[in-house]
């Protein structure tokens, strides 16, 4: 996730805090907002990765909340401060692992964007609609969307 300096302290604040709301527990429990993971396996990836950021020097916060016992469960996580040559911003975690970034300026955070060898989507959030668009046709994505992300259903094909 790419936030302008400017705004990055209200951003991540209020990431947090709705972190701190998220209900971790079984997926087909309606209340819940972030499941289990799909196998024992993709949950040590995933930790791997939660530790490779740790150590590349990014600030992480997991909020405290309840993991089930039973199941394979990542709490949600954030990074900030995190480099663009970190593996925590290059590679796809598959879990529910954020890493922010910020920019300065429009082209700033084109350039970081398209810098990665995966590409598959993006969102531009922005009160001006004139520059998000213009931001997304530089956007090196599969699907790209406006003051919106992924806004299907997840059980539809794509």
Request: net charge neutral.
């Amino acid at each position: 996730m790419f936030v302008q300096e400017g705004v990055a302290d209200v951003v991540i604040r209020k990431l947090r805090q709705r972190m701190d709301s998220l209900y971790v527990g079984d997926p087909l429990d309606k209340n819940t907002d972030i499941g289990a993971i799909n196998s024992k396996e993709q949950l040590l990836t995933i930790n791997k990765y939660i530790e490779i950021g740790k150590k590349e020097g990014a600030e992480m916060y997991q909020p405290k909340c309840t993991i089930p016992s039973k199941g394979y469960y990542c709490p949600p996580t954030i990074f900030t401060n995190v480099a663009q040559s970190s593996m925590i911003a290059q590679e796809e975690i598959f879990g529910p692992v954020l890493a922010v970034q910020l920019f300065d300026d429009e082209a700033e955070a084109v350039r970081l964007a398209n810098n990665t060898v995966y590409g598959l989507a993006g969102g531009v959030f922005t009160r001006d609609g004139a520059k998000g668009l213009r931001v997304l046709r530089q956007l090196r994505a599969g699907i790209t969307w406006l003051n919106t992300y992924h806004p299907t259903f997840n059980e539809a094909p794509w």
